[in-house]
């Protein structure tokens, strides 16, 4: 009897032993899972990814295959096409139709001026300048629409297959978007340029024109001065993109990129940046799985605005013939389309309210 007794007892302390150790795992498993849905949870930008540098393996993702506007980001793609074709010391004399890009008044310049093709990217990559980007566009294609199909064709070599371009400075317009995920491949292929990755990372630059005037920039990428480690960036502002930011980061030879798309604000590409790009040097130390993690309401959101637009076009078109009433209506609307455009600036591709302008 005391056999069976305690064999009995041996078999019921087995499967408790059992049990423990599968409550243990899942209890793990579990605890391990609301960590990566906080973190997922606290990314407030519409759409994000990390990716390991050296391999292009995705380490965390939000929304990756999102597709949203770039805004300024699309200067990568810019510097790229021009490096590809120009030379740094070719020189750049500014149209009227570059001097009359929406850009910023520090760094405007102006028709007339000769600046270099280094310079020009200089602007166009640490300050974000529209009218350099123009420039370059001009000079190395004929005009910004060629220029730009060349942009198209470079994104379809990076493997930025969710990307397409309408324009050389990321403003607003139909038809332009990217993903996060394209955004990090960007930004990867990018820093295989040492001028790009030269520029990129230096917080301030001094250029002057060959008429004498000199004009001071200062990087918009604040990591630059926070981060030790950051390799550098390119940030982005339109209206209907909001705050856009790609950035490299390095850490004991490791090194990851970290694209943000949609942010409410400034602080919130800093401070989501840096965690994101803790976390995917977490991953890599611990060679854990990725995550990626996909919010229906930012997809909701992008499939309303669009169906939107749609019955505006709609509506616009079935009264044509009341131009006031129609304005009234798109200012109340908030359409990101400006409500006047001069013809000569439509034919250009150039949208003349600074309201929409990407400010970098």
């Given amino acids: 009897m005391m056999k069976i007794k305690f064999k009995v007892q041996s078999s019921k302390f087995k499967v408790n032993t059992k049990k423990i150790v599968f409550l243990i795992v899942f209890s793990l498993l579990i605890f391990n899972y609301q960590l990566l849905t906080c973190l997922a949870d606290e990314t407030s930008s519409k759409a994000a990814v990390v990716i390991e540098a050296s391999t292009g393996r995705v380490l965390f993702a939000k929304n990756p295959n999102l597709k949203l506007p770039p805004a300024s980001t699309t200067k990568l793609v810019t510097a790229m096409v021009v490096l590809d074709r120009a030379n740094m010391s070719d020189k750049v004399t500014i149209s009227n139709a570059a001097a009359n890009v929406p850009s910023l008044k520090e760094t405007k310049l102006r028709a007339g001026e000769t600046l270099t093709v280094e310079t020009l990217l200089y602007a166009a990559l640490i300050r974000s300048a529209n009218d350099a980007a123009f420039a370059l566009a001009e000079v190395v294609a004929g005009s910004e629409k060629k220029f730009v199909q060349l942009m198209n064709r470079k994104a379809v070599v990076i493997g930025a297959s969710n990307t397409k371009f309408i324009n050389t400075t990321g403003l607003p317009g139909k038809g332009q978007y990217t993903t996060a995920y394209d955004l990090s491949k960007i930004m990867r292929y990018a820093l295989k340029y040492p001028v790009i990755k030269e520029i990129i990372g230096k917080k301030e630059a001094e250029i002057s024109t060959e008429q004498g005037r000199t004009i001071a920039l200062v990087n918009t990428n604040k990591l630059l001065w926070s981060d030790n480690g950051a390799v550098g960036g390119k940030t982005g ?33 800093w401070n989501e940046a840096e965690r994101l790009g803790k976390r995917g040097f977490a991953v890599i130390a611990s060679n854990e799985q990725p995550v990626v993690y996909f919010t229906k309401a930012d997809y909701r959101k992008t499939v309303k605005i669009k169906s939107y637009q749609k019955t505006d076009k709609a509506r616009s078109a079935k009264a044509a013939s009341k131009k006031k009433l129609n304005k009234t209506k798109t200012i109340k609307r908030g359409n990101d389309s400006p409500a006047k455009e001069s013809k000569k600036a439509k034919d250009k591709g150039i949208a003349k309210n600074v309201a929409y302008g990407n400010k970098g």
């Fill in 237 to 269: 502002y339109t209206k209907a993109a909001r705050h856009c930011f790609v950035y490299a980061g390095e850490k004991e030879g490791e090194m990851v990129i970290v694209a943000l798309l949609g942010a409410q604000r400034r602080e919130v590409l």
